[in-house]
């Protein structure tokens, strides 16, 4: 049996964080991109976290892991070079908030680290693993 589908949340509101992303998960077919701007995901976060975080998330089985920790696994995942990905680990907490507030409007929320994936949370992570599976076969 193969693994569940990983969800990866990012703002889908620009064109460069829509490409960085494309980018990102080119070639990966266990890896499914989502904007954080959907229903699906705004009834996600409020099921995971109790409100809906403006937050980058990357949900891989039963973890959901958020901001730096997030940022750390997506580039492992991607096989991007370890001191790379640990700069870019470090540098998000100190850039995150002046960064989005300059470029999304908003400072990500002080969220990091892995969660257990809410047993509330998941029938909306497994609709988006679903949607997906569904669009492939089209």
Excluded: C, N
């Excluded at 976060?45 to 997506?74: M, N, W, Y």
């Amino acid at each position: 049996m193969s693994s569940p589908l990983s969800v990866l949340v990012y703002d889908g509101r620009k064109e460069a964080f829509r490409t960085a992303v494309d980018v990102l998960t080119y070639g990966m077919d266990d890896v499914i991109p989502v904007p954080w701007e959907s229903d699906v995901v705004q009834e996600f976060l409020e099921a995971q976290f109790g409100s809906r975080p403006f937050v980058f998330v990357l949900i891989e089985g039963d973890a959901v892991h958020a901001g730096e920790t997030a940022v750390k696994r997506a580039m492992d995942a991607r096989g991007i070079a370890s001191p790379v990905a640990r700069g870019f680990e470090a540098l998000y907490p100190k850039i995150a908030a002046p960064f989005g507030r300059v470029v999304h409007g908003e400072a990500p929320a002080e969220i990091h680290g892995t969660y257990r994936l809410d047993p509330d949370a998941r029938e909306f992570v497994e609709t988006i693993r679903q949607d997906h599976a569904d669009s492939r076969r089209k």
